[in-house]
């Protein structure tokens, strides 16, 4: 059955009147400047959308209130991007992969459409603005070539006209889009940082579920191997194409939000490490970042630990094809390394990363991804390896 195939009784694709109309009120607020009993009113509703019965109007609210939760500990990261959101589309569908094509593809039509309205109301930003929405079409193009099957692309496979016609598709896109994406500051360039790293974490979620299947694949199953391969470079690609969206961000601009996000920060990231985990193998380097923050202190599992890298199991091949598919993949991700290190030396030279690292330094030490251990195949840790993450 395809995991675009709704299921019976399908939903409207419009949210139900209390949950838009708390949605379009949470998407133009500057969330930073919330008096502290409206936080608290948004988290008592979520304390009553969860004691009460299961209706979608509730599901809806628990998605909408959860970043505002006096009783639910969550990372400051995970306030801010609202990744609870895809945690749950994707825990609504079968198949990982084209899920998140869908959902990129929803995410930055949507900015697309929100840039070029904000392009149209000033003339002094025509240029900028066509630049801006130039480069997230190209991201657009990047997924129309995205490998779903053998010898098939996104455009040719026809996941997007699918969609159209699947209502649980478009309600749960629809929900995902409504329900996350909130701006801290006042400003519109926060609208593309934030959706900047949401693209980018369902990019390290994607590189992570191919990663795991490719190296299921060494020495078994060559296709499938080659298809997980294309799919991880695919992806890791994508990584770059967003960034280069991203950098029409000034440093200014970018400095014009960012007090306003606080103390969150990519640092936290899980789906971020578990990439590298998956990709590359424990990194010891990090092992003080992964005690600083609790909800990172699962990767310090001796079985992660001790996890075979896709590196290691490909470099131990005796099949010259599958090491080239693998250097072919770690190509973009060093790339984007490099880029996210020179993301940090752009917009903060002289300022501490706001996850308490030393900002570019800190990106600077991990560019380099030669000598990382990995043991035995390994099974699951209680799913960790296996779902979105988030927290």
Same mark, same amino acid.
């Given at each position: 059955?395809?995991?675009?195939?709704?299921?019976?009784?399908?939903?409207?694709?419009?949210?139900?009147?209390? @949950?838009?109309?708390?949605?379009?009120?949470?998407?133009?607020?500057?969330?930073?400047?919330?008096?502290?009993?409206?936080?608290?009113?948004?988290?008592?509703?979520?304390?009553?959308?969860?004691?009460?019965?299961?209706?979608?109007?509730? =599901?809806?609210?628990?998605?909408?209130?959860?970043?505002?939760?006096?009783?639910?500990?969550?990372?400051?990261?995970?306030?801010?991007?609202?990744?609870?959101?895809?945690?749950?589309?994707?825990?609504?569908?079968?198949?990982?992969?084209?899920?998140?094509?869908?959902?990129?593809?929803?995410?930055?039509?949507?900015?697309?459409?929100?840039?070029?309205?904000?392009?149209?109301?000033?003339?002094?930003?025509?240029? =900028?603005?066509?630049?801006?929405?130039?480069?997230?079409?190209?991201?657009?193009?990047?997924?129309?070539?995205?490998?779903?099957?053998?010898?098939?692309?996104?455009?040719?496979?026809?996941?997007?006209?699918?969609?159209?016609?699947?209502?649980?598709?478009?309600?749960?896109?629809?929900?995902?889009?409504? @329900?996350?994406?909130?701006?801290?500051?006042?400003?519109?360039?926060?609208?593309? %940082?934030?959706?900047?790293?949401?693209? @980018?974490?369902?990019?390290?979620?994607?590189?992570?579920?191919?990663?795991?299947?490719?190296? =299921?694949?060494?020495?078994?199953?060559?296709?499938?191997?080659?298809?997980?391969?294309?799919?991880?470079?695919?992806?890791?690609?994508?990584?770059?194409?967003?960034?280069?969206?991203?950098?029409?961000?000034?440093?200014?601009?970018?400095?014009? %939000?960012?007090?306003?996000?606080?103390?969150?920060?990519?640092?936290?990231?899980?789906?971020?490490?578990?990439?590298?985990?998956?990709?590359?193998?424990?990194?010891?380097?990090?092992?003080?970042?992964?005690?600083?923050? =609790?909800?990172?202190?699962?990767?310090?599992?001796?079985?992660?630990?001790?996890?075979?890298?896709?590196?290691?199991?490909?470099?131990?091949?005796?099949?010259?094809?599958?090491?080239?598919? %693998?250097?072919?993949?770690?190509?973009?991700?060093?790339?984007?390394?490099?880029?996210?290190?020179?993301?940090?030396?752009?917009?903060?030279?002289?300022?501490?990363?706001?996850?308490?690292?030393?900002?570019?330094?800190?990106?600077?030490? %991990?560019?380099?991804?030669?000598?990382?251990?990995?043991?035995?195949?390994?099974?699951?840790?209680?799913?960790?390896?296996?779902?979105?993450?988030? @927290?």
């Amino acid at each position: 059955m395809s995991p675009f195939r709704a299921l019976a009784p399908a939903p409207s694709r419009e949210l139900p009147a209390a @949950c838009a109309e708390l949605a379009a009120w949470l998407h133009a607020t500057p969330l930073a400047e919330l008096p502290d009993d409206e936080i608290l009113g948004l988290s008592e509703r979520y304390d009553e959308a969860v004691a009460g019965p299961d209706t979608d109007e509730n =599901e809806i609210l628990r998605l909408l209130t959860r970043p505002f939760s006096r009783r639910l500990d969550i990372p400051e990261y995970y306030r801010y991007t609202g990744l609870h959101v895809a945690g749950w589309y994707f825990a609504r569908r079968e198949d990982a992969y084209e899920a998140g094509l869908m959902l990129l593809h929803a995410l930055m039509t949507d900015l697309i459409a929100l840039e070029e309205r904000e392009a149209g109301l000033h003339e002094t930003t025509v240029e =900028e603005g066509a630049e801006r929405v130039r480069r997230l079409k190209a991201v657009l193009d990047h997924l129309d070539r995205s490998p779903v099957g053998p010898d098939r692309t996104m455009a040719s496979a026809g996941l997007v006209r699918l969609a159209g016609d699947d209502d649980a598709l478009v309600h749960d896109l629809t929900v995902v889009n409504r @329900c996350s994406g909130f701006r801290r500051s006042d400003k519109h360039d926060e609208h593309i %940082f934030m959706r900047a790293v949401q693209a @980018c974490e369902i990019g390290f979620f994607l590189i992570r579920w191919t990663a795991r299947r490719a190296t =299921e694949a060494v020495g078994r199953d060559r296709d499938e191997y080659v298809l997980r391969m294309g799919q991880l470079t695919w992806a890791a690609e994508l990584l770059n194409v967003v960034f280069h969206a991203l950098r029409t961000l000034t440093p200014e601009l970018f400095m014009g %939000f960012r007090d306003a996000t606080g103390s969150a920060s990519a640092v936290q990231s899980l789906n971020y490490h578990l990439m590298e985990l998956v990709v590359y193998g424990y990194d010891e380097r990090k092992i003080d970042t992964y005690r600083r923050f =609790e909800h990172l202190a699962p990767i310090n599992d001796l079985l992660l630990r001790a996890f075979t890298s896709l590196r290691d199991a490909a470099g131990g091949s005796q099949d010259p094809d599958v090491r080239e598919a %693998f250097a072919a993949s770690e190509t973009p991700l060093h790339v984007w390394r490099g880029r996210h290190y020179g993301f940090g030396r752009r917009y903060l030279p002289d300022t501490p990363g706001s996850g308490g690292t030393e900002g570019a330094g800190y990106l600077k030490r %991990f560019v380099g991804k030669s000598g990382l251990p990995s043991g035995d195949l390994v099974d699951d840790v209680e799913q960790l390896l296996t779902r979105f993450a988030f @927290c």
